[in-house]
């Protein structure tokens, strides 16, 4: 893993992912004292407006970090016990033998066994994940519906198990998350949104990053282009939107350079205890949305970067926007990446996503920004 940052390298690299098909990429990357910032492409295809580094932009369930972060805050003070079931505080919405074998920890690490409720929630996408069957009728007709927490709450416990409470591997589930906030209100008795906002992004000193109360992104921001697999085309921005469905399971503002700081900090200690992030950072293995196996922690991926070696961090999707933050155990290399197009992929016959040139382009940009060698962008 190479120690510092070569300009030439990154820039090229984020150029090769706009080539690729994304409209707009930025990113920031950081070794030791270095920082680099860079951004290739275009914010609003309209006008032509390019991106530039220092964007707001939607991240997705990057959030999910910062929401663990803080019910890891209530255990560090003994407000919550990571390993008491979630019926001792939420039996309403936990009813019965789950809530009383489900434990907080088994939520922020996927482990619960209760399902999403999103195919539940957008009845066009029911079909989630058999993409063939899809359409993505349900995302313009929700642009402004405003979601009850726990109403969604209700639609995944409801739903058909999806794991024994405590096996492995898990299966990531927003609704998961959801019941955290809730937790979080339950015990502090403000919203999750307020409590994360005062005790993990201001303490944090991120002046960029909020939960937003409204369907806007304010401040400078890139249109959000989503493709959902070729069925959505050209594909269309779902910047504006209500993100009430998923609420701060993933709905967080932020700014790369904010996503690093946050991310350092929390490594350092200085979000969390010390015992605390050791706990974070136990995995167990989880089936993301995808269908691909990950090593997942009290809401923290540990990811094998080829070139690079181990690194901590999230990546996140919602509707036309993505990111990816990403650091060394060491602290000392970091990444984090903004795009404006999501499902990219076209679909096979077999309804599963074709590999797209975007892949390895992102690929390649994710590999140089944490310090491997560039290599080639596509395969």
Known sequence: ?????????????????????????????????????????????????????????????????????????LADGGQIGLDTPIGHYLPHLVPGERGAVITVAMLINHTSGLAEYLPHAYPSLAAFPDLAETTPK???????????????IGL??????????????????????LLLCQLIEAVTGTSAEEFITRNVIERAGLRHTELPAGPDIEGPHSHHYESWFGMIDPPRDYSVYDMSWVGPAASLISTVADLNRFFDLLLAGEIISRPMLERMRRTVSVISFEGKTIDYGLGLHRLQVPGSGIFWGHDGSVWGGGAITLISPDRNRQASVALNLQRWNTLAPSGRPRPHAIDAALAALVRTSTGGRPGPSMP
Do not use: C
């Not at 058909?160 to 492995?168: E, I, L, N």
């Open 138 to 152: 349900s995302l313009d007709d929700n642009r402004f519906t405003q979601f009850n927490r726990v109403e969604l």
């Open 1 to 73: 893993m190479s120690n510092s940052l070569d300009p030439d390298e990154l820039q090229a690299a984020l150029d090769a992912v706009h080539r690729a098909g994304v409209p707009g990429v930025f990113a920031e990357a950081r070794a030791g004292e270095q920082i680099w910032r860079g951004a290739a492409g275009i914010a609003d295809l309209t006008t032509g407006r390019p991106v530039t580094a220092d964007m707001r932009h939607r991240v997705g369930s990057i959030t999910k970090t910062f929401t663990a972060a803080a019910v890891l805050q």
């Open 156 to 177: 995944g416990v409801a739903a058909p198990a999806v794991g024994v409470p405590g096996a492995s591997p898990g299966v990531y589930s927003n609704t998961n998350y």
